[in-house]
């Protein structure tokens, strides 16, 4: 049962470089989402998308990109890495536009950007 | 826009006590969800418990119970006979009736005490 599938865990990257987070989910669910979370800080919405071919900005998109090419993964680029981007990278999910529908996460990514 | 609001950066408890997590909310949607979830130092993200906008009676799953006061727009969560494992930081959000977004709170930091 593995639910929503980050990877890499951790990374660490240098200033300029570019690089994919990975993300899959095996629960057939329609909505996906892309957080980043700043240390001692809330969740920020970065990107998401409602199905397969259909992606759209949240919060803070500056500096990343998405595609979801299936139902099952939702990758997230980096390109040209700042600084400013060090942070943990939480990929989600949810079934439905219910508003009973949680959301899943999946373990994290912690990103350092040097 | 829905907007989460946490106001308790931190919180302490006495092991065995019960403690309240505050979390307002604002939103002009008249359908909508309710989350609480839970992230230890591990870093992962975890579902605690749900509230509909419709439903009359307040949520409660095992030692959490959701504090719900619509007129004032309120969600609290109650954890009771607080245990060291409780130690984490806990996320309040929102999702409106059909809405392709969850919405986090700043998030309360707590601590209990043995």
């Known amino acids: 049962n593995a639910g929503v599938t980050q990877t890499p865990k951790f990374r660490i990257l240098k200033i300029g470089q570019s690089m994919t987070l990975q993300c899959a989910q095996d629960m057939n669910h329609n909505y996906m989402y892309w957080y980043r979370q700043d240390p001692g800080m809330g969740l920020k919405l970065i990107y998401y998308?409602?199905?397969?071919?259909?992606?759209d900005k949240g919060e803070v998109p500056n500096g990343y990109n998405v595609s979801r090419s299936t139902t099952e993964d939702f990758p997230l680029r980096l390109e040209l890495a700042a600084p400013s981007q060090t942070s943990v990278y939480f990929c989600a999910s949810s079934s439905g536009r219910d508003s009973g529908n949680t959301i899943y996460f999946g373990e994290g990514s912690w990103l350092t950007v040097v | 826009a829905q907007k989460i609001t946490q106001t308790q950066p931190g919180m302490f408890v006495q092991e065995k006590e019960a403690v309240t997590l505050d979390c307002t909310y604002d939103?002009?949607?008249?359908?909508?969800?309710l989350f609480w979830y839970k992230q230890p130092s591990s870093g992962e993200m975890i579902f605690l418990i749900y509230?509909?906008?419709?439903?009359?009676q307040n949520a409660t799953e095992g030692r959490y119970s959701l504090n719900f006061q619509k007129a004032r727009k309120s969600a609290n969560l109650v954890i009771s006979a607080s245990q060291l494992g409780d130690s984490a930081m806990y996320f309040c959000?929102?999702?409106?009736?059909?809405?392709?977004?969850?919405?986090f709170g700043t998030g309360t930091s707590l601590t209990v005490i043995p």
């Open positions: 959000a929102m999702r409106a009736f059909a809405g392709n977004q969850f919405y």
């Open positions: 509230q509909g906008s419709y439903d009359e």
């Open positions: 998308s409602v199905g397969a071919g259909i992606t």
């Open positions: 939103t002009s949607d008249q359908s909508y969800g």
